[in-house]
């Protein structure tokens, strides 16, 4: 009987710490998903920000500046000038934006 109580007292510790370690693996996962969903959040904040910046790029091009000079007027490469101002042409302008309520009557 002795063999056996000490089996079962050897189960009951390592149940116990496999929870502990079950309970810190999942105390890890939603710190992972935690953070992840914040950082998705940031990225779409960047992505709006940026579309805003290459509104002024786009208006800047469209007053005849050129891209190099853009470049130095906002202290940035002509790489970022480029991908700002693809980002822009890929955006539907806001004029051709319906609002879905029809005409006027």
Do not use: N
């Amino acid at each position: 009987m002795a063999a056996r109580q000490r089996a079962k007292q050897q189960r009951i510790l390592l149940d116990a710490e496999r929870e502990r370690c079950d309970a810190e693996r999942e105390q890890a996962a939603a710190g992972y998903f935690d953070l992840s969903d914040k950082r998705d959040v940031l990225r779409e904040k960047i992505a709006d920000v940026e579309v805003e910046m290459s509104l002024h790029v786009r208006t800047l091009l469209d007053l005849g500046e050129k891209l190099g000079r853009v470049a130095i007027f906002l202290d940035t490469t002509a790489e970022e000038v480029r991908r700002l101002r693809a980002l822009g042409d890929a955006r539907p302008s806001s004029g051709s934006v319906d609002s879905g309520s029809g005409p006027a009557a």
